[in-house]
């Protein structure tokens, strides 16, 4: 019998007079973890780290959002424990997956209401353009500015997907690697948490995933009120909330 797919809990046994289909189960890994509303138990064998945006144009001096004047000090704090958690998820062999920005330079792919959302007035530079004085090229893929911040090292070993809008999920192949490799819990963080983070979070809800938001991994430029407003809705109606420190508790068990 032959292997035939992209991981072991998902493929078929295939032989010349036989195909089977049974797929069985890995193993239950249960991991209890404190969160709100209600703590939650998830199978680490069904789980996958999802990192949102966390790339130069928004985390790194000299990118996009601090040309434009923005304080990107919020959108760093999230780097030192997504760093923990990441080589914590790979120790457990935990799928980890970066989701981020990466237009095209044509933009033949972007609607005019999403250039719009990024240079409201037309008088600033487009999605994909270089920004004078700085290194940045506003989130192009294979641009600095669409590179993941040289404080988390998105491994060879992890998964990529390049999305060209808010939702990490929309017109991109996440939910299918997802589904090829089994998950049904998401373990989400990244930037921005009330735009980017939550839309993939919201996507993924519709979709049936087990969404949980790590909180001291995810942030946002936005007023305070936005982050409350947020972290209210994700816990009123699409998931859980839980901290970085209570996940490495939860392997730790």
Request: with cysteine; charged share 20%.
């Amino acid at each position: 019998m032959k292997r035939m797919g992209a991981t072991p809990s998902q493929d078929w046994q295939v032989s010349a007079g036989e195909v089977d289909m049974t797929r069985p189960a890995p193993p239950v890994r249960r991991l209890g973890i404190a969160a709100e509303p209600q703590n939650v138990v998830a199978d680490a064998n069904k789980s996958a780290l999802v990192i949102v945006d966390m790339q130069n144009d928004f985390c790194t001096k000299g990118g996009w959002m601090d040309s434009r004047g923005i304080d990107i000090t919020p959108n760093r704090a999230p780097i030192a424990p997504l760093s923990r958690l990441v080589e914590r998820f790979r120790a457990e062999a935990v799928p980890v997956i970066w989701v981020n920005w990466g237009v095209r330079k044509d933009l033949l792919n972007i609607a005019p209401s999403l250039r719009h959302a990024h240079n409201p007035t037309g008088d600033a530079v487009d999605l994909g353009s270089p920004v004078p004085g700085t290194r940045s090229e506003i989130l192009r893929k294979g641009s600095w500015g669409a590179e993941v911040v040289d404080e988390l090292n998105a491994g060879g070993g992890d998964i990529q997907v390049t999305k060209h809008r808010f939702s990490g999920f929309w017109d991109t192949d996440l939910d299918a690697i997802l589904r090829n490799l089994g998950v049904k819990t998401l373990f989400i963080g990244g930037v921005n948490l009330d735009q980017c983070v939550m839309t993939t979070l919201e996507d993924a809800s519709f979709l049936g995933y087990d969404v949980i938001l790590i909180e001291d991994g995810a942030a946002t430029t936005s007023p305070a009120y936005c982050t409350q407003s947020t972290l209210y809705n994700i816990k009123l109606l699409f998931g859980f909330v839980t901290r970085s420190d209570s996940l490495i508790a939860a392997f730790d068990a």
